[in-house]
């Protein structure tokens, strides 16, 4: 390959790999459990030629979809690319024609008006299809059975957003799809939309309102009656892009907003927050005792290293105060105050049942720092730190507990599978990768018991290739597969 800036973005677990591949009956150790039936699809930015601008982020990597399928025991794992038309012009060209993070003025001219999709975040799955997805384009539909890039999502041309969210909610219990696109009125503007697909992957509403201003909103959250909408002062602005700027500055002496509206539309309520303080992902949203609740995965400033640089905020990242946090919204009082107190050790990427979204929830579990591990954590993904623990947490009842897995390791998202027994918690399935040098890792999938996570894993599969740090991931049971609308 092609040599890429030696800075945090491409090198360490970063570094660009450019492998597709196709495996078959994997190396398991151990025995996965019968009940596991499905696949593991992950989303891996993993850019395949070395980007316009030396300071650009990983985040414009090319979307690669990572698969792991498994069936009566056995592991089999496929990685291909999105043939998006972006991926697609600069292969045919061999090197990048489209210029900075989110900033189409840097492209190339003979790129201009090429969907600028990577497509890199969130595999979704919902009615029947899945989705690679990245919040500022449309949403990719992929063939789960064969990975084929099958091109943007548009609701059949109903949907008048341009972008989606990375971060969908699905409701348990109605099967419905909430989502919402920033920057829906074009680069830089402060037009939100939010839309709702019923079970079957139909359209069924899209609203748009105004947020305080242009911001990073990556996230949501969804309660049986209400949606979260927070909005956290990492703010873009049209005059800076069109000088070829970067997408991103974060203000630490601005406002944050959480703007609460009814979860089927309506008016929306904005509350006030801290100054200067960001969050990427919400364990969940859920209402009890009268109050609406939104658990959150705070930091004190923006984390990604790339963005704070151009916002001159040059401060120690081992100086960033993270916590995780519950915020309460009384919607029955006026004001436009909420009460936070802290919820358990600071992480990210949370994973929830599926069962239990938008609900009262009894766990959830947490990628962390392992406060005992032995030496550095390893470098990699968009903070440039990768987690090298792992939570369960009981925000009820205060219990923790947890897996370190080790010096130099790190931490991917786990996805969660639900058992068929009663009273069994069922398996956590996710990827580590273990740094051998600056130049060289070591990647494995575990199964762990959901229940006691610090157990030995039940299953490892040793992969003989490195894989690219993921981003997020999703669980599909060989059930839905079966009931898919493409067929393999
Ligand atoms: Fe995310």
Redesign the pocket.
């Known amino acids: 390959m092609s040599r890429f800036p030696q800075t945090m973005e491409f090198s360490h677990l970063n570094r660009p790999l450019g492998i597709e591949w196709t495996a078959r009956n994997l190396e398991v150790q151990g025995t996965i459990p019968a009940e596991i039936r499905g696949a593991f699809f992950r989303a891996v930015p993993d850019p395949a030629h070395p980007p316009l601008f030396a300071d650009d982020s990983i985040l414009s990597g090319d979307g690669m979809i990572s698969c792991f399928r498994f069936e009566n025991g056995c592991v089999d794992h496929e990685i291909r690319y999105l043939r998006t038309p972006r991926f697609e012009a600069e292969r045919k060209a061999r090197r990048a024609l489209f210029g900075r993070y989110r900033n189409p003025f840097t492209d190339l001219p003979e790129v201009q008006g090429i969907d600028r999709a990577v497509a890199n ?2 595999p979704v799955w919902h009615g029947g299809r899945l989705f690679m997805t990245k919040e500022d384009a449309l949403a990719y539909e992929v063939n789960p059975h064969t990975l084929e890039t099958i091109g943007p999502w548009t609701y059949g041309g109903k949907l008048r957003s341009p972008t989606m969210t ?2 969908p909610r699905v409701d348990p219990v109605t099967g419905e799809m909430f989502m919402f696109g920033y920057e829906a009125g074009g680069l830089a503007t402060d037009d939100v939309a939010y839309f709702i697909a019923d079970r079957d992957g139909n359209l069924k509403s899209e609203q748009w309102f105004k947020a305080p201003y242009c911001s990073l909103m ?2 949501f959250g969804l309660t049986q009656n209400w949606a979260v909408f927070p909005v956290f002062p990492t703010k873009s602005d049209l005059a800076r892009l069109k000088a070829g700027g970067v997408h991103w500055t974060h203000h630490q002496d601005a406002d944050s907003w959480v703007g609460i509206m009814p979860r089927y539309g309506g008016e929306v309520r904005w509350f006030k927050g801290p100054k200067g303080i960001f969050s ?2 919400y364990v969940n949203a859920f209402e009890r005792d009268g109050l609406v609740h939104l658990d959150v995965c705070l930091a004190d400033t923006q984390p990604f290293p790339f963005i704070r640089a151009a916002s001159g905020i040059n401060i120690d990242p081992r100086s960033i105060r993270f916590s995780t946090e519950r915020w309460s919204f009384d919607m029955s009082k006026p004001g436009d105050t909420y009460a936070a107190r802290p919820l358990c050790p600071p992480g990210d990427l949370p994973r929830l049942r599926d069962a239990d979204q938008g609900r009262p929830y009894p766990h959830f579990w947490l990628p962390s720092m392992d406060p005992n591990a032995a030496g550095p954590p390893v470098i990699g993904g968009p903070v440039g730190a990768q987690f090298n623990a792992l939570l369960r947490v009981e925000p009820d009842t205060g219990r923790i507990s947890g897996a370190g897995f080790g010096p130099a390791t790190s931490v991917n998202e786990p996805v969660h599978v639900p058992s068929g027994k009663p009273g069994h918690d069922g398996w956590l399935i996710l990827v580590v990768d273990r740094e051998i040098d600056p130049e060289h890792h070591t990647s494995e999938l575990l199964v762990l018991d959901a229940t006691n996570i610090g157990a030995p894993p039940v299953a490892r599969v040793p992969l003989p290739v490195e894989l690219h740090p993921q ?2 991931g999703c669980w599909v049971s060989a059930e839905q597969l079966a009931a898919s609308k493409l067929k393999g």
Do not use: L, Q, S, W
């Open positions: 975040t969130t990375a971060h990556h996230d990427f992902h981003i997020h």
